[in-house]
């Protein structure tokens, strides 16, 4: 009673513990699902901010390309950078540069568009711009920038503008990255926190303290190091070596990471990474300070190490109880896969029990074990296993099916047998059947059955072999190497054999009276491949010590190609002639 109640405490316990786990992913979901919202909102925002510049400047380049603008007319390219500039209120600039820098900006104002000339001749890192654009195809967006004397850091996107095959110019949109900062103090969090984007992982390129700028940006660096931006909990979660080890305390696999600052303070961080505006990665994420999250947490870790002891406790109690039952049931359960496997070569008789029940059915499957191994001397234990890989179904009924049949036959074995007394003619018999055995069963063949010094055997069922034809030759081949080795190292007089095969349609499946039935073959087909082998007599191959004959079906079915054509030949008890071949 004391071991049922244990597991009965264990089973109390786990459910506890999945308990305490669903409040956890349940907190967890909690605070993944209100900063994936925000995430959406702030990734929707960006775009639908950026967009737009992208489309006007693939626009106005590929009516660049198509000479609807005249490039040569600065009214006319005038007029397409104001026209276009005002529809679009994201863009604070668009610029048309040859390739010395040197062109016309349309700059947003706050009573609409002014045009001036531009010249960026003198700016080794405009000139670089516009050298690597040459070399890309499209509209695409290039690093972020802060021109010479401009006030602000800027994304652009970018084309170049080719006619003829000629570069012309490079045309380029610009948005204040301020308005991304805009874009994140606008937005609302139902908890305290803070949203974020970063720029390669080193720069902070949108937080809520760049709404109004960039202070102490230049042309080499236009963005703030994350390092040197004044946010703990940013520099902490690009270097988490800085703070304490939360890692734990959130499921890794719903994405919530916890990033803990130098202060000891913990902060959920939850970040995706988009690869949408030029090659350098962004990172947009959010971070909220919730002392109740981490409260939550903290009870929760405690309540599962309270679980977690009675847990144990509750185990190792139903543990001592469940040896004793166990240990005789595995050992059970394992003899019976090696029963359905039939390895019964390597069966070690169960031991007895202190447990009554299990003790008799040890005692019984033991007993069990001697009689099949009896029972496997007289059934081919590979057909059996065939067998049990078709189903049940295979047992009840018997099917014509086209096979190919194999049989063998020693030459002079009576001649022979009278030379030696009984031990040795059943030994030569038993090892002569094991090296032929070998042979077929490589070969996925069935050995039907043993007649005197010959063997029978089939290849194509019971289950279905297309190349059953094949296979019989090349067994019957390594039987005449196996032969012909044996004979090297016997010390009496070599072995002489036949073999006949042939392909053709026969009845399988189960075949004699209910007290003994044999899974054989039968059929005109077994008939002739047992002619073929008699026909070796007449037909014997004077370069080895085994004749192989075969049919025409046989020849035609395996593909052989090295084959001996020896013409037409008369079959004892059929009045037809059948072409034989030898190999």
């Known amino acids: 009673m004391a071991g049922f109640g244990g597991l009965v405490l264990a089973a109390v316990v786990v459910v506890l513990l999945l308990g305490l786990w669903s409040a956890r992913e349940n907190t967890v979901s909690l605070t993944r699902k209100l900063a994936e919202a925000v995430l959406d909102d702030v990734q929707s925002a960006i775009e639908q901010r950026l967009r737009p510049a992208e489309m006007a400047v693939e626009f106005l380049g590929q009516r660049m390309e198509n000479s609807q603008i005249d490039l040569v007319d600065r009214d006319d390219v005038s007029q397409a950078l104001t026209s276009a500039l005002a529809g679009m209120p994201q863009v604070g600039s668009l610029v048309f ?49 802060r021109a010479p004397n401009a006030p602000l850091t800027l994304l652009n996107v970018r084309r170049a503008v080719w006619r003829e095959g000629r570069f012309v110019g490079l045309l380029a949109a610009s948005v204040a990255v301020s308005q991304l900062s805009a874009i994140l103090a606008a937005e609302n969090l139902a908890m305290e926190g803070e949203v974020f984007v970063l720029y390669d992982r080193r720069f902070v390129l949108a937080h809520r303290r760049l709404a109004k700028g960039i202070k102490g940006a230049s042309p080499k660096q236009p963005l703030p190091l994350v390092k040197n931006f004044g946010d703990p909990v940013l520099k902490a979660y690009l270097n988490p070596e800085l703070g304490p080890d939360y890692g734990g ?24 990474r988009m690869n949408w505006f030029g090659e350098v990665p962004w990172e947009i994420g959010v971070y909220f300070r919730d002392d109740d999250v981490e409260a939550e947490f903290n009870r929760v870790m405690g309540a599962s190490l309270a679980g977690l002891v009675a847990l144990v406790l509750s185990l190792l109690l139903a543990w001592v109880l469940s040896r004793h039952i166990a240990k005789p049931l ?24 202190r447990i009554r029940e299990m003790n008799d059915a040890g005692l019984a499957f033991n007993n069990m074990i001697t009689s099949l191994r009896w029972f496997e001397t007289y059934v081919p234990r590979s057909l059996v296993r065939r067998l049990m890989g078709q189903g049940e179904g295979v047992l009840e009924r018997s099917v014509q099916r086209d096979v190919t049949v194999l049989f063998t036959d020693i030459v002079g074995f009576t001649a022979l047998s009278e030379k030696m007394d009984v031990q040795q003619t059943a030994a030569l018999l038993n090892d002569h059947f094991a090296d032929v055995g070998a042979c077929i069963e490589a070969e996925g063949g069935t050995i039907d059955k043993y007649i005197g010094d010959s063997v029978m055997a089939f290849w194509g069922a019971p289950e279905e072999q297309p190349d059953h034809a094949a296979r019989a030759c090349r067994a019957a081949l390594a039987i005449r190497r196996a032969v012909e080795a044996d004979n090297k190292n016997r010390a009496g007089a070599p072995l002489a054999l036949r073999i006949g095969l042939h392909t053709g349609p026969v009845i399988v499946g189960n075949i004699g009276a209910p007290q003994r039935i044999n899974y054989t073959i039968v059929g005109d087909a077994v008939n002739i491949a047992n002619r073929l082998e008699e026909l070796g007599h007449e037909l014997d191959d004077p370069n080895t010590a085994v004749t192989i004959l075969l049919s025409q079906a046989t020849h035609a079915a395996a593909g052989l190609e090295n084959a001996a054509n020896l013409g037409p030949r008369k079959i004892r008890g059929r009045r037809e002639v059948l072409t034989v071949y030898r190999i």
């Open 97 to 145: 540069l040859d390739q010395n820098g040197r062109g016309l900006m349309a700059t947003r104002e706050d009573n609409g568009a002014q045009m001036e000339a531009a010249s960026f001749e003198k700016s080794p890192e405009i000139v670089r711009q516009i050298n690597q654009s040459k070399a890309r195809h499209g509209t695409h967006w290039g690093r972020v920038l």
């Open 249 to 272: 305390r959130m499921s890794r696999d719903m994405g919530v990471q916890i990033v803990g600052t130098a202060d000891g303070e913990a902060y959920p961080l939850i970040a995706r």
């Open 330 to 353: 595995t050992q059970l359960a394992r003899a019976a896969g090696q029963v359905r496997d039939l390895s019964l070569d390597d069966f070690v008789p169960l031991p007895a029990s």
